[in-house]
């Protein structure tokens, strides 16, 4: 099973930047699709980006395009999420999942299904 830590959350004033990273102990994240994901306690868990194992391609919620980007490190056991001009609303608990490593995963047609190992998260609060 891959475990996950995300870190680089912490408080952060509207319009500010923040990289989030997922790092997966002991594995190699090359042929695994990750997704990022959010939490507001009390709401229902919102899909935030993704980055497909088969082919590279990403995806981003609406509410987070053009502000925010998914990318695999240099070192393949990382992905990050790095967030810019970030608002209030932004504020909310972190994940990062995977899928089942198989190569074939594709976030413009699976995301959010078949994200099977969580991170615990990472506290990212925007606020002045």
């Known amino acids: 099973q891959v475990h996950l830590v995300e870190s680089g959350g912490g408080l952060v004033q509207p319009g500010g930047s923040l990289r989030l990273s997922c790092t997966a102990s002991g594995f190699s994240l090359d042929y695994y699709a990750i997704g990022w994901f959010r939490q507001v306690p009390g709401k229902e868990r919102e899909r935030v980006s993704c980055?497909?194992?088969?082919?590279?391609?990403?995806y981003y919620a609406d509410s987070v395009k053009d502000r925010f980007t998914i990318s695999r490190a240099n070192a393949s056991d990382t992905v990050y999420l790095q967030m810019n001009s970030l608002k209030p609303e932004d504020t909310a608990v972190y994940y990062c999942a995977t899928d089942d490593g198989r190569g074939y995963y594709v976030c413009s047609s699976r995301f959010p299904r078949d994200m099977n190992n969580w991170g615990k998260g990472t506290l990212v609060t925007v606020a002045s």
């Open positions: 980055i497909s194992s088969y082919d590279g391609s990403k």
